[in-house]
C-alpha cells in the first residue's frame, strides 16, 4: 500500500525524442506527487510536482500526467538533451513531510 | 557554498566499526531527514528530526542512530557496521509548508559508506 512502483529502471532516448517515466501507487490517500533529478555524484534535487485534483503540469518541457483513477503518473520529457541524462526519481507523499519514493529511471540521452 | 553539506563523501570501513556521518545545513530548515540509496531500489527513509528534541524512525531505522545537535546538524551513526550497510547515504531538509501541500526536500551530495 505504501510503495510507488516505477518504470522502466533504464531508458535510453534520442535527442530530441520524448522520455517518459511511469510511477503507479495504491494508497489514494497520497496527496502530492514530486519528481526528483538526480546527476551523477549530486543529491536528487525537485523538479516538478502535482496535486491530485491537477490531471497535468507542465513546466518547460517537463509535464507531469496524472490519472488519478488509474493512480498512475508520468513524467514526460519533450524535446530530450543530453543535459538531461540523469536518474529521475517519482514520489508519493501523505502530509507535508514524509515521502515514498520509487526505484528510479536512469535516462540516458544520446546526442 | 553548498547549503546542505555532508561529511565525509566517501568513507570504507570495516565489519563491525562504528562509523558517524555528519550533515550540516544553512538554509535554517527545521527538518532534517537522513535517506539510503541502493540500485534498484530508490531512496529509503531511515530517520527524520523536525527539531533538536523530536526525532523519529523512517522505514528503515534498524542498525542506525542518529543525533541532532543543533537546528543546523543530523549526525547519522552506525554502530557495528556490516557489508549490507553499504550504500549512498543522503541527508535531505526541509522546511514547514507554509500553505503548501508538502515541503520541498533538499537533499546533500551523499556519502558513498562501503563496509568490507
Known amino acids: 500500500q505504501q510503495q510507488v512502483k516505477q518504470s522502466p529502471q533504464s531508458l535510453i532516448v534520442q535527442k530530441g525524442g520524448i522520455s517518459i517515466i511511469n510511477c503507479a501507487y495504491e494508497n489514494t490517500a497520497f496527496d502530492y506527487f514530486p519528481w526528483y533529478q538526480q546527476f551523477p555524484g549530486k543529491g536528487p534535487a525537485l523538479l516538478i510536482a502535482?496535486?491530485?485534483?491537477?490531471s497535468e503540469k507542465k513546466e518547460g518541457r517537463f509535464t507531469i500526467s496524472f490519472n488519478k483513477s488509474a493512480k498512475q503518473f508520468s513524467l514526460h520529457i519533450m524535446d530530450s538533451q543530453p543535459g538531461d541524462s540523469a536518474t529521475y526519481f517519482c514520489?508519493?507523499?501523505?502530509?507535508?513531510?514524509?515521502?515514498?519514493f520509487g526505484t528510479g529511471t536512469r535516462l540516458k540521452v544520446l546526442a | 557554498d553548498a547549503d546542505v553539506t555532508q561529511t565525509p563523501r566517501n568513507r570504507i570501513t570495516k565489519t563491525g566499526k562504528r562509523i558517524m556521518l555528519e550533515c550540516s545545513q544553512t538554509k535554517g530548515h527545521d527538518r532534517m531527514y537522513w535517506y539510503r540509496q541502493d540500485p534498484g531500489l530508490g531512496l529509503r527513509l531511515i530517520y527524520y528530526?523536525?527539531?533538536?528534541?523530536?526525532?523519529n524512525k523512517g522505514e528503515i531505522s534498524d542498525g542506525y542512530s542518529v543525533s541532532r545537535q543543533a537546528q543546523a546538524k543530523f549526525s547519522l551513526s552506525l554502530e557495528s557496521a556490516i557489508p549490507n550497510q553499504t550504500a549512498l547515504y543522503f541527508c535531505?531538509?526541509?522546511?514547514?509548508?507554509?500553505?503548501?501541500?508538502?515541503?520541498?526536500?533538499?537533499f546533500g551530495p551523499g556519502t558513498r559508506l562501503t563496509v568490507l
Open positions: 528530526s523536525f527539531d533538536v528534541k523530536d526525532i
Open positions: 502535482i496535486r491530485p485534483d491537477v
Open positions: 514520489a508519493a507523499s501523505i502530509g507535508t513531510y514524509k515521502y515514498i
Open positions: 535531505a531538509t526541509s522546511d514547514r509548508t507554509s500553505g503548501r501541500i508538502a515541503d520541498t526536500q533538499y
